[in-house]
């Protein structure tokens, strides 16, 4: 603090104890701010309602001029702080709710918006040392675009979740090194570009502020290096390829840039805030004492035209109608950003003035949540499979543990070659590459071994974890009952990988497609489609004979919570209901598109993000003809009362102490995140996601989307696209032009690849909205 600084704030607290002497035998005083009464802060003058200007000393030394209501501030007015904060801007009974400046004894300022004490939307944060953001804020962290000068002269610009980069940005350093593409909680994350000040660059992946998988090294006279990038130079391969000029960089290593290059790349921390305006609020007398000296709901029908109600920012207006509301102060601060109490309205409902007209009231959905249940039965001796499960255990654990060499993710064409698989005999009695066994003798099928084992290592699978899921002690789960197209489904232990027996013409599907497939996903990370691990054969030997083939998936529902309802929507009518009362849905029940009664509401980048994968999943599966795939949905509801209802966010609101009606500026979820910063590390494009969903009301048994009620529940989504391996083939048209005889076209299942895309996009882009 500088000298004058100084000066002044001694002078100021010599006044405010002159005050507060003088106070103590007069009951009045002279301040900075001219004439003014002085009240304790406990002190009851006011009349109910009545605004008027006032200057008070409060017995902590604080001060505060301006307007004043309800025993607390309401209105345009100036605090100050003993300790040197300030304050001026808007206040709505008791709490900084508008625009304001904020400013530090350090020098540091804050002028924007505010909402119930928190910097919240649009602001400017100049800290001391001329550290500067301009942009959003919710809950007094940077949240949505802005852009960050810090003091060392670096500068970024783009989006911020949770107070740290994350989403599309540029960060240009002091030296003139610039990055431009994807951050994830702070850290350079994805698809992005370092331009370097020499003029050279990286184009490619990155992860956890490293480049990390495909990329290239461009050097300023056209020569570049391409390869598969690791900090780890025995996981690093690539290609060097010289530019015209005859100087080369032949010699160059690609762990340069690890070592060298980016080492003047670090990301500024930047200034801390020393406290958070929402610590700084008081707990006015208006608060408790409010609500002790309105009319009850039931007589304020009576004075509407004298009652006043607060809105959905606490605000307080003269209007017809009631909606009672008090707010209790964040007492501390979670992880030097936000308080860990609670700063919410008590809502004590809302009256409308059209009350009585009953065809505008809400249906009220009946949604009954039954008690989780784990999916499938044991395999254990005695069961008619329990033999093909050690077959396919011991089958797994060889092709998983075979020895390979470290393999790049760039893949030779005779690697997808269909004629690319290994048979290995497993004898009882065991042999020179297998291990003796108490089942039976059969031989073991590996399709394109090579293709699936580097599919695992880009969908991150650990070896070691993949064979202790699949094979270790526990045995495997089969599911009740087979699905539609007479399929078994098996699942691990853990609930980490699915296994589906497969037809014949599935496998061909999945080996003619796979090179596509390949490619999709190492393209796009965040895809929808369904990830297969492995694709084996069992054949038995003796007189049976008997193949049978299966894929290992992920588990889409493998998932820290519980699934209380799933979905699995078509965007088709026909045959698209399941025909069961609400007492007997459960965990496991997969509902179907005529029974979806909601609208997913997601926020805005997560929903920009889903739209664009959606499309990009079903251009990729329309090019390899492929239909009758569903998107599956898993829904968990974030807080269900004790009678097994899940509570809307107006009853949670109520319960908690908000104003019914308040639109919270972050979901439950996200709320959650901000307590547990860990948790977001988890959340992707359909796994773990945030999310509203809004109930629904369809006027006919036919309408895929009802109608919206304004009925909303805090949720959490799981989801992706499953069933993809059913092309239009010879069947599927006969069951086409057959249906379509006796349906509608436009409501079957059967319909042209290209037709199902479409529809299947339209019905999704309806079910799923931005949240607004």
Not at 146 to 165: A, L, V
Not at 182 to 193: D, L, V
Not at 210 to 226: A, E, I, Q
Request: one cysteine or more.
């Amino acid at each position: 603090m500088s000298k004058e600084l100084h000066g002044i704030v001694k002078g100021w607290e010599s006044k405010v104890r002159k005050a507060q002497a003088a106070a103590k035998k007069k009951r009045a005083g002279v301040s900075i701010f001219g004439t003014m009464s002085v009240a304790h802060v406990d002190d009851d003058l006011d009349n109910p309602g009545e605004v008027y200007h006032a200057e008070k000393v409060f017995s902590n030394g604080d001060m505060y001029t301006g307007q004043w209501a309800d025993n607390c501030p309401n209105g345009h007015g100036k605090y100050l702080w003993s300790d040197g904060c300030m304050y001026v801007g808007e206040w709505v009974r008791g709490k900084t709710n508008g625009k304001g400046k904020f400013s530090w004894p350090s020098g540091a300022t804050y002028e924007g918006q505010f909402k119930n004490g928190y910097m919240d939307g649009e602001g400017t944060y100049i800290g001391c040392s001329n550290d500067t953001y301009r942009g959003s804020w919710v809950f007094n962290m940077k949240h949505g675009r802005g852009t960050k000068n810090y003091t060392n002269g670096d500068h970024y610009d783009g989006n911020w979740r949770r107070g740290r980069p994350d989403g599309q940005g540029r960060y240009q350093w002091n030296n003139g090194n610039q990055y431009i593409g994807q951050w994830r909680n702070g850290k350079m994350n994805g698809s992005g570009t370092m331009i370097w000040a020499s003029g050279n660059r990286y184009d490619g992946c990155w992860e956890d502020g490293l480049p990390k998988g495909n990329g290239t090294y461009r050097w300023l006279d056209g020569s570049f290096y391409v390869g598969v990038w690791s900090q780890d130079p025995k996981e690093m391969t690539g290609t060097y390829y010289p530019s015209n000029s005859q100087i080369g960089h032949f010699d160059w290593d690609p762990q340069e840039v690890y070592i060298n290059y980016l080492k003047d790349c670090r990301i500024s921390r930047g200034e801390k805030i020393s406290v958070f305006p929402s610590q700084k609020m008081v707990n006015w007398p208006c608060e408790g004492e409010f609500l002790q000296k309105q009319p009850t709901l039931k007589n304020s029908r009576v004075n509407d035209a004298r009652t006043r109600r607060a809105s959905a920012d606490g605000r307080l207006s003269s209007a017809g109608g009631t909606s009672w509301g008090s707010e209790s102060d964040f007492g501390s601060e979670m992880n030097g950003q936000m308080g860990r109490g609670r700063e919410d309205d008590e809502g004590f409902g809302s009256l409308r003035s059209d009350d009585g007209d009953t065809s505008k009231r809400k249906r009220h959905h009946h949604i009954r949540i039954q008690p989780t249940k784990r999916q499938g039965r044991t395999i254990t001796k005695g069961h008619r499979n329990y033999e093909l499960m050690l077959n396919l255990q011991l089958g797994i654990r060889h092709s998983v543990g075979r020895p390979a060499p470290a393999q790049s993710l760039d893949l030779r064409t005779t690697a997808f070659d269909t004629r690319e698989k290994l048979w290995t005999k497993f004898p009882p009695e065991g042999s020179k590459y297998t291990p003796p066994h108490q089942s039976c003798d059969f031989r073991w099928k590996d399709y394109c071994p090579l293709v699936f084992r580097t599919l695992r290592k880009l969908f991150k699978v650990d070896p070691a974890d993949y064979m202790i899921s699949i094979c270790g002690n526990d045995a495997l789960r089969e599911l009740s009952s087979p699905g539609k197209s007479g399929s078994f489904f098996y699942l691990t232990n853990d609930d980490k990988y699915m296994i589906k027996t497969m037809k014949k013409a599935e496998v061909k599907v999945l080996l003619r497609m796979l090179p596509a497939y390949y490619n999709h996903v190492r393209a796009f990370e965040n895809t929808l489609i369904a990830k297969f691990y492995g694709l084996h054969c069992v054949k038995l030997t003796g007189s049976a004979q008997k193949k049978v083939r299966f894929v290992i998936m992920g588990n889409l529902f493998c998932t820290e919570y519980a699934i209380h309802r799933r979905f699995d929507l078509k965007g088709s009518s026909h045959g698209r209901l399941t025909d069961k009362p609400e007492s007997e849905i459960d965990s496991t029940t997969t509902l179907k598109d005529l029974d979806l009664n909601f609208i997913f509401r997601l926020q805005k980048i997560w929903f920009q993000e889903f739209c664009r994968q959606v499309d990009r999943d079903c251009d990729f599966l329309e090019q390899e003809r492929i239909m009758d795939y569903s998107l599956l949905v898993g829904v968990h509801f974030r807080e269900v009362s004790q009678s097994g209802e899940p509570l809307t966010c107006e009853a949670r609101s109520s319960r908690a102490g908000n104003t019914p009606g308040a639109t919270p500026r972050l979901s439950k979820a996200d709320m959650d995140l901000l307590f547990d910063p860990s948790r977001c590390a988890s959340i992707r494009l359909g796994i773990s996601m945030p999310a509203r969903a809004e109930a629904t009301v369809r006027k006919n048994d036919f309408e895929l989307i009802g109608e919206p009620t304004g009925e909303f529940y805090d949720i959490v989504l799981i989801f992706g696209i499953i069933d993809i391996l059913q092309d239009y083939d010879i069947s599927k048209k006969l069951e086409h032009a057959y249906k379509s005889i006796q349906f509608d076209p436009t409501s079957i299942s059967a319909v042209d690849p290209r037709q199902y895309s479409r529809r299947f996009r339209d019905f999704v882009f309806k079910a799923f909205t931005e949240d607004s």
